[in-house]
């Protein structure tokens, strides 16, 4: 949409208003804009939640507009109010049949010229408002300004999340946040940190000490190391919250454990630790059922990590385990997450874990994370009818991971390359043919670490693909792949505040 205005000069104005990525259910603009400047204030009532997210509301929209913009709990809502307010459902108004988990999320906007009014019921629809209204704001002739409009929103999927892995390289914590704001700009709500794997162990146990501390520090290439120790990980949690968003911690067992192996002779038939791994092969490190420090490693772990994390759902890996027999990898697959349902978690699995879960448990509270479209589709059908739902994570859509074009110079390559268009024009219930709309909780992109050795690097594969997998998880279904372009390339006004890099694709037109 674009607004001619002759007293502005026009690369001052932006020519597609309002670019809110993902788009919203509903959004219709409104004559006029809402100026933040001098006096505007966030009105946020008393309710701790309420308060808590005015907080971040009124920091960043100041930060994005250059502008001191102030809280208050009660105002007689003269202009320059935004005023949020948590609600009764009732006075959402919302679609019928919408699910619980979808209308918690869910929000109304308005921004009208003298004053933003912000209804959601609960903190979650809140924070998502938020940041569509930070995505509203634009450089206007006096100032900053929020175009007006009139917004309905909520998610198609309850879960939009990004698997990150700090295994093959480590992401400190400070990097972590930065990816966490940027989950929140995109309204992503599930953060799954790969923690273990071959190259390195990054989660410090108070139950296994040497698991840090022999295979904390080593990672692909020979590339320095990292963990998180337990405050460390209290602290990502807790940010993450803020932002409603939920920590989901991944220990990959039965293979893809040669740091553990490397830590902890037990673990190993000959008794004798394995070498350090820094390659990036995949596939042949393994546990031992019939070793006695394998049934107290898998409880002691599971136990402390169920016990560590403040979410509903801890992920036990079960890809690739390319040197196992099928009834040993059943029954260890089944000890973690019988350890994990003794502690009150639900389970998140690889699509492998397909052959030994859900395994009795409520129905929906196994998670099938689906990556390889190349097999296994059955034994995920198979699943889902013992009430297993799935998470969509097709490698050639939103591995992330995958170099963008063959000049890239990160990423791999065996799934493809996946350019913006890939990441963004696909259906995810097509994915799996015969998969009941119902039973797809949501859609996570994937960040494989092996060539990512900086947050520049994460963020430059991230930038701009993670945009277009969100709109894929939040965004009413039916793709627009040249209207998205256009909102796609307003973006960097907001990546180039923050410092993010960005992989500018040819395919996207970018202002400048
Ligand atoms: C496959 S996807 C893996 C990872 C690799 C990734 C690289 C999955 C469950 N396993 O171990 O890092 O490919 O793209």
């Given at each position: 949409m674009s607004v001619p205005d002759?007293?502005?000069?026009?690369?001052?104005?932006?020519?597609?208003?309002?670019?809110?990525?993902?788009?919203?259910v509903h959004l219709e603009p409104r004559p006029g804009a809402f100026a933040v400047r001098q006096g505007v204030r966030v009105v946020t009532g008393t309710d701790p939640a309420a308060v808590a997210v005015a907080v971040l509301v009124a920091g960043r929209i100041g930060q994005v507009c250059g502008c001191q913009v102030a809280i208050v709990?009660?105002?007689?809502?003269?202009?320059g109010a935004m005023v949020f307010e948590l609600v009764p459902?009732?006075?959402?108004?919302?679609?019928?049949?919408?699910t619980a988990e979808l209308g918690e999320e869910a929000y109304r906007l308005e921004v009208g010229p003298d004053r933003v009014g912000v209804r959601a019921t609960t903190a979650a629809g809140l924070t998502r408002a938020a940041v569509t209204l930070e995505q509203l704001a634009a450089p206007g002739a006096d100032g900053w300004e929020l175009a007006a409009c009139s917004v309905l929103d909520h998610p198609r999927f309850a879960w939009r999340g990004l698997s990150l892995d700090v295994a093959r390289h480590f992401r400190p914590l400070d990097e972590v946040m930065v990816l966490l704001d940027l989950m929140a700009d995109l309204k992503l709500n599930v953060l799954h940190l790969h923690l273990t794997d071959d190259q390195g162990w990054r989660l410090d146990l108070a139950s296994r000490p040497q698991l840090v501390a022999r295979s904390g520090g080593t990672a692909v290439g020979g590339d320095p190391g990292g963990w998180y120790s337990a405050a460390d990980w209290s602290q990502l949690c807790t940010y993450a919250a803020t932002r409603q968003i939920a920590v989901v911690p991944e220990v990959d067992?039965?293979?893809?454990?040669n740091a553990a192996l490397h830590a902890l002779g037990e673990l190993c038939p000959d008794g004798e630790p394995t070498a350090e791994y820094t390659g990036?092969?995949?596939?042949f490190s393994r546990l031992h059922a019939a070793l006695p420090a394998t049934g107290a490693f898998l409880r002691d772990v599971f136990g402390e990590v169920a016990t560590m994390t403040p979410g509903r759902w801890v992920h036990l890996g079960g890809d690739?385990?390319?040197?196992?027999g099928r009834a040993e990898y059943v029954e260890l697959v089944r000890a973690a997450a019988g350890h994990l349902a003794a502690a009150g978690k639900s389970v998140v699995a690889w699509q492998e874990a397909a052959l030994a879960?859900?395994?009795?448990?409520?129905?929906?509270s196994t998670v099938l994370q689906y990556?390889?479209?190349?097999?296994?589709a059955q034994e995920v059908l198979a699943a889902v009818e013992r009430g297993a739902r799935v998470l969509l994570s097709p490698a050639g859509r939103?591995?992330?991971?995958?170099?963008?074009?063959?000049?890239?110079?990160l990423g791999l390559e065996w799934a493809g390359h996946v350019e913006v268009r890939d990441a963004y024009?696909?259906?995810?219930?097509?994915?799996?043919?015969?998969?009941?709309?119902?039973a797809v909780i949501g859609v996570e992109a994937a960040l494989w670490s092996?060539?990512?050795?900086?947050l520049d690097d994460a963020l430059w594969l991230l930038l701009p693909r993670l945009a277009a997998v969100a709109e894929v998880a939040?965004?009413?279904?039916?793709?627009d792949w040249p209207g998205f372009a256009e909102r796609l390339a307003e973006q960097p006004r907001l990546w180039d505040l923050d410092g993010l890099p960005y992989y500018r694709s040819p395919q996207v037109p970018w202002r400048d």
């Open positions: 002759q007293q502005r000069p026009a690369d001052d104005l932006p020519s597609v208003r309002p670019a809110v990525i993902p788009a919203p709990e009660h105002d007689a809502g003269g202009p459902e009732q006075d959402l108004d919302l679609p019928p049949g919408l067992v039965p293979g893809h454990v990036i092969e995949v596939g690739e385990v390319l040197t196992m879960l859900p395994d009795g448990g409520a129905p929906g990556w390889d479209v190349r097999e296994g939103v591995y992330l991971d995958m170099k963008p074009d063959a000049s890239s110079p024009d696909w259906e995810p219930l097509d994915v799996l043919p015969g998969l009941p709309a119902q092996e060539t990512v050795r900086s939040w965004s009413p279904a039916g793709r």
